[in-house]
């Protein structure tokens, strides 16, 4: 039986990527539960399996009477004194049985619970592998879609990737292959579940770490990120190292490294912008791609107006205004822009006041 037991083991680890350890603990419980309902009362019955040899070893625990009214649970002193003479009443006896009585019950019992705890072994290990993974990408194959989701293979487990944590206007099919950001990892009643998104800001720094080695390396960091989802991107970085340009180490020569990010995100804009502790410099940079010509703040409130030519005036604002809400996001300024015919409005207004007043 041991031979069996052992080339079961050995087969449940190769197939289900567990440990030895893992299913020897769960064989140990499952086997226990059946021969406790084959050999004696909940209490009585241990249960032993050999890690190198998978023998299994059975005991019984016996308290020695004069007369036997439970037999699972009694010896009598006359039996006992067969195996151990110094014992007497009221003593306990460990006595070994005898693999041969397990009975087709209490195997079938074991192979149920067996079942049950390799399941339990091989979903907490996904859950244990999988949880040290959430904040990081993973590439999978598209299986299916169904309620709302698509069911992501990931090799050793299936991930849900819900349909709105996926690009605008992205329609992924049956064996298309996925990269997405690992968000949450959760035991559930039907198992771990993995849920990924390509959504979050972070799913860019992700791959910006993958595709920049400095930022793997720490040399580069990204300070903060911000996102529209298929629209634009903006991250500002900087460098620790004074030779290493942030900017140019993220677009890569001739910019295969962004644009090796932009066809992951179906043609995301991204910005990647310099770092800087002057609020002026930082907030016209974070108006990338319009270029501004003044900047005006109130460092007590955290407001700032820029000023830009008529021509880039759009431009700085963007679609439904989506480049100036995302330089405040960015830099944590509130931007009200002007233009440079408004700016000469505002500044002639003020200058015939101050005549009047004069």
């Not at 677009?251 to 932009?262: E, F, L």
């Amino acid at each position: 039986m041991s031979k069996e037991l052992k080339f079961y083991i050995e087969q449940i680890c190769r197939d289900k990527g567990l440990s030895k350890t893992q299913v020897v603990q769960s064989l140990e419980v499952a086997l226990l539960s059946a021969a406790k309902k084959a050999f004696g009362s909940k209490k009585n019955v241990n249960l032993t399996i050999d890690p190198e040899t998978c023998e299994i070893s059975i005991t019984a625990k016996k308290k020695i009477v004069e007369n036997v009214t439970n037999p699972k649970e009694e010896i009598s002193l006359e039996d006992a004194r067969k195996i151990a003479p110094e014992k007497e009443v009221g003593d306990y006896l460990e006595l070994p049985v005898e693999l041969h009585d397990f009975g087709r019950i209490a195997a079938q019992t074991a192979k149920q619970v067996i079942q049950q705890k390799v399941r339990e072994a091989e979903r907490k290990a996904i859950l244990d592998e999988f949880k040290d993974k959430v904040g990081t990408i993973a590439s999978g194959v598209v299986l299916r879609k169904e309620k709302g989701v698509y069911v992501v293979n990931l090799g050793r487990a299936e991930a849900v990737l819900p349909v709105k944590e996926t690009l605008p206007k992205e329609r992924l099919k049956r064996d298309d292959p996925v990269r997405a950001y690992i968000k949450e990892v959760r035991m559930t009643s039907k198992g771990p579940e993995i849920v990924l998104t390509r959504t979050a800001p972070e799913f860019v720094a992700e791959l910006f770490k993958m595709e920049v080695p400095e930022i793997e390396d720490g040399v580069v960091e990204i300070k903060k990120i911000v996102r529209e989802p298929g629209e634009r991107t903006k991250l500002t970085v900087v460098s620790k190292d004074p030779g290493i340009d942030p900017v140019g180490a993220c677009v890569g020569m001739k910019g295969t490294r962004v644009q090796g990010i932009v066809r992951e995100l179906r043609g995301e804009r991204i910005d990647i912008i310099p770092y800087n502790d002057d609020p002026r410099i930082f907030i016209a940079r974070a108006l990338t791609p319009a270029q501004v010509d003044k900047i005006g703040i109130n460092e007590e409130d955290k407001t700032a107006m820029a000023v830009v030519s008529d021509q880039q005036l759009s431009v700085a604002i963007g679609k439904r205004g989506q480049n100036v809400k995302l330089a405040m996001k960015l830099t944590g300024w509130n931007i009200d822009i002007i233009s440079e015919s408004e700016y000469a409005k505002i500044k002639e207004e003020e200058s015939e006041e101050q005549q009047s007043e004069e």
